[in-house]
């Protein structure tokens, strides 16, 4: 107990670093879908994919039939995905962070099944699945 009263500063610096530490994993995340989960949607049912990157990662490369809406622009052009309301989105940024967001915002907006591609664009390519440019 003497050595906290004695480093009581230092004491407090390491428990607001750890606290900061453990921030992210207590931050709400949208619902995540595997590489295998996201291939089963996109073949069982129509789904929508939405990559949220910017056009210059989108043009060097996307999953077949995406979408491509950056997330700085999604709040503007939310209604061109209006018809897909009701039907499966999977939304994918490069590693995962921006569809996080994503998935949260179409949520909002009324959007009832949305998942984000966990891992990203990064972890599809890392299993050797097809893109296209």
Do not use: Y
């Not at 500063?9 to 709400?28: I, N, Y």
């Not at 999977?90 to 891992?119: H, I, N, P, T």
């Amino acid at each position: 107990m003497k050595f906290i009263l004695d480093n009581i500063f230092l004491v407090g610096l390491a428990t607001v670093s750890g606290l900061a530490l453990l921030l992210p994993a207590f931050q709400p995340r949208g619902k995540r879908a595997s590489i295998l989960e996201a291939t089963q949607l996109m073949n069982r049912a129509k789904t929508t994919v939405l990559d949220v990157r910017t056009a210059d990662e989108f043009a060097a490369g996307h999953l077949r039939d995406a979408k491509n809406i950056p997330l700085a622009d999604l709040a503007s052009r939310i209604g061109e995905l209006g018809a897909q309301k009701n039907k499966p989105v999977v939304v994918v940024c490069q590693k995962g962070a921006r569809a996080d967001k994503a998935v949260r915002l179409l949520r909002k907006a009324g959007f009832e099944d949305v998942v984000s591609l966990d891992g990203g664009q990064a972890a599809w390519v890392a299993a050797g699945m097809p893109i296209t440019k």
